[in-house]
Structure formats: structure tokens, C-alpha cells
């Protein structure tokens, strides 16, 4: 079974763009997580979406938003891009009616903003 | 809220010393608690993970028992060797709120 795959992997994206990331699961996962990866904060929690709905959502601007598909695959956008939103981003997913959330990573996308 | 607090690294250790990274947490309710590790260039693994108190999970020589009056779940590994070089998460599951809550990180360096 294919893992999670994140495209792109790589992305160079200058102050004020914006950007698309895009995400899919494990083929029947319906649950798919968002994280920011940073050296300084670590890993911090975006959002969840679950049958295209997003179920909760972290502490971040309005900047940044998310959507899921009917097929589950998920993408996140990040508009007016600012030098801090330099991150690595990892998707996760998670298998339905699974109560330990055990979730599964993807590679992650590395943005890095100039 | 619910948090994770992990030792600080780096740590450096030469090829079969005794590992101990300390994890403690804070939750309301029952969580699952995990460890996930990440080597350089990828996304995170889990490592193991432990769904009730008392209940160990292993994998791959490593080892961490839940244990729910000192609200840890230390992770052990009886001989390190310098592929476990990577940075190791301790994670607890939020399920009400659909999220992983994690850790700060451990950087652990094995020396040959």
C-alpha cells in the first residue's frame, strides 16, 4: 500500500505570493492532518479534515486555509506569504474509527519564502 | 490544554550506550501516547505507541511504558547503534479535538 505522498517537495516562493501544497493519503484514510514543521516551534497543528470537513483547526492566521477532497486527497494554501512561513509541512493521515489517532506522515513539503 | 514536555538535546552517545529520553505529559482524559522518530530529509515514523496505562509498546529495541501516576512515558533503548541517529518525538493523542499534540524534539547523535 502506497504511503502518504506530498507534492511538491520543494518550493521557493517570494514575500506576498501565495501557495498551494497538496497531500494525499493512504488509500482508505479519510482523516488528514496538516503540521507546520519549524526549528523554533517545533511541530504545530494546522488543521483536520474528515469526509471534506475540517473538524478543528490550529492557531494560525486566516492566511492560512485547507480543503479535502471527496477522493480525501487534501491541499493547504497559504496566501501573502510572509520570510516567517518558511517551514517544512507534513501531512498526516489517519485511519477511521482508529481511537489511538495513531497518524501516518508524508515526506513533507519544504517551502522556504525569499 | 494538553502539552508534552521532552528532554532537551542534543544527545550524544557512543554505539551501544543506554538510551533514556524522558517525556512527561499533561491531559485531561485517557490519551494514547506515542514516539515518533525523524531522519534527516523525511517526515516522521512512528515508533511505538501505548494506548492504556501500564501497557508497554516496543519496537526495534526500543521501549516505553505509560505510566499514568508520574504521567510519563520515557523512551529506552538497551544499545544504541549510529543508525539511531534522529530526532525523536513524544506525542499524545488529542481524539476529542482530532490532533496529535507533540513534543519539542530530541536530537540524538550516535557516535561509532
Known amino acids: 500500500k502506497a504511503g502518504v505522498t506530498q507534492t511538491p517537495r520543494y518550493l521557493i516562493k517570494t514575500r506576498g505570493q501565495q501557495v498551494t501544497l497538496s497531500c494525499s493519503p493512504i488509500s482508505g484514510h479519510r482523516s488528514v492532518s496538516w503540521y507546520q514543521q519549524t526549528p523554533g516551534q517545533g511541530l504545530q497543528f494546522l488543521f483536520e479534515?474528515?469526509?471534506?470537513?475540517?473538524?478543528n483547526k490550529g492557531n494560525f492566521p486566516g492566511r492560512f486555509s485547507g480543503r479535502q477532497f471527496s477522493n480525501s486527497r487534501s491541499e493547504m494554501n497559504v496566501s501573502t506569504l510572509e520570510l516567517g512561513d518558511s517551514a517544512l509541512y507534513l501531512c498526516a493521515s489517519s485511519i477511521e474509527g482508529d481511537l489511538t489517532y495513531e497518524q501516518y506522515f508524508g515526506p513533507g513539503t519544504r517551502l522556504t519564502v525569499t | 490544554g494538553d502539552s508534552v514536555t521532552q528532554m532537551e538535546g542534543p544527545v550524544t552517545l557512543s554505539e551501544e550506550a543506554f538510551l533514556t529520553i524522558n517525556c512527561t505529559y499533561t491531559?485531561?482524559?485517557?490519551?494514547?501516547l506515542f514516539w515518533y522518530v525523524q531522519y534527516p530529509g523525511e517526515g516522521l515514523q512512528l515508533l511505538l505507541k501505548?494506548?492504556?496505562?501500564?501497557d508497554k509498546g516496543s519496537n526495534k529495541g526500543f521501549e516505553a511504558t505509560y505510566r499514568k501516576e508520574t504521567t510519563s512515558f520515557h523512551l529506552e533503548k538497551g544499545s544504541v547503534q549510529v543508525s539511531d541517529s534522529a530526532v525523536y518525538f513524544c506525542?499524545?493523542?488529542?481524539?476529542?479535538?482530532?490532533?496529535?499534540?507533540f513534543g519539542a524534539g530530541t536530537r540524538l547523535f550516535v557516535k561509532a
Open positions: 491531559a485531561t482524559g485517557y490519551p494514547s
Open positions: 506525542a499524545l493523542s488529542d481524539t476529542g479535538g482530532f490532533k496529535t499534540i
Open positions: 501505548a494506548t492504556k496505562a501500564d
Open positions: 479534515y474528515f469526509s471534506e470537513t475540517q473538524r
